[in-house]
């Protein structure tokens, strides 16, 4: 069982916007401003588009957006298109000795 | 740019030690405050930190595993590494070298390609 709870798959159509929620404890993602969001296309490596709750990285589109409240994080993806299915793994620090923690991975299907 | 190539047996036997070495090319591993890590994936499960080294030497681990993990650094090598003894069954995963920007920057910001390990007999 994975430290941040994930639903297993969301789904949405092509244009319309969708929101992947990751529950944490106080000692992780409540406490700490250190979330970040992870694309995985099958067979490939994870690679980050939202850090420190918020944040995108340079060459990530603007359509993801990520946000918290409490010790829930969610990232939303706005205008979606065919190439964001893929499977979407949230992280967040933790307390020590944790120091890092994963969500079971959610698979987005593009209707 | 910079990148990382893991590599290593694809085969262990279980209560043996897997070993996987992460090389950096394109760059030094001691430039900047980069913080070197391990994560894996058994297949079809998520993902799963393992720990992390500063080209200094200091390391942070998983503590659920921490009684048999141990992460190295190399700087005339330009190279890190992972050392997992006992293995067993459950340790069989595709294994990914990364990066971290810096220490308090708790995310992942360049992966390797991923080692595939198995343990079995």
């Known amino acids: 069982q994975s430290a941040l709870a994930q639903p297993a798959s969301v789904s949405g159509s092509p244009g319309q916007s969708i929101t992947i929620s990751c529950t944490g404890t106080y000692s992780d993602v409540e406490k700490h401003n250190l979330v970040s969001w992870y694309r995985q296309y099958p067979g490939k490596a994870p690679e980050v588009i939202i850090f420190?709750?918020?944040k995108g990285p340079s060459g990530i589109s603007n359509r993801f957006s990520g946000s918290k409240s409490g010790n829930t994080a969610s990232l939303t993806i706005f205008g979606l298109q065919a190439e964001d299915e893929a499977d979407y793994y949230c992280?967040?620090?933790?307390?020590?000795?944790?120091?890092?923690?994963f969500g079971g991975g959610t698979k987005l299907t593009v209707l | 740019q910079l990148q990382l190539q893991g590599s290593g047996p694809g085969l262990v036997k279980p209560s043996e030690t897997l070993s996987l070495t992460c090389a950096v090319s394109s760059g030094s591993i001691s430039d900047s405050d980069y913080w070197w890590g391990w994560i894996r994936q058994p297949p079809g499960k998520w993902l799963e930190w393992i720990g992390s080294?500063?080209?200094?030497?200091?390391?942070y681990y998983n503590s659920s595993l921490k009684s048999r993990v141990a992460i190295s650094v190399d700087t005339s090598k330009n190279s890190f590494s992972l050392r997992l003894s006992s293995v067993t069954a459950a340790d069989t995963a595709v294994y990914y070298c990364a990066r971290q920007p810096s220490y308090g920057k708790w995310y992942f910001n360049l992966w390797g390609r991923g080692a595939l390990v198995t343990v079995s007999s």
């Open positions: 992280c967040s620090y933790a307390d020590t000795p944790t120091h890092v923690v």
């Open positions: 420190e709750v918020n």
């Open positions: 080294i500063y080209h200094s030497g200091a390391t």
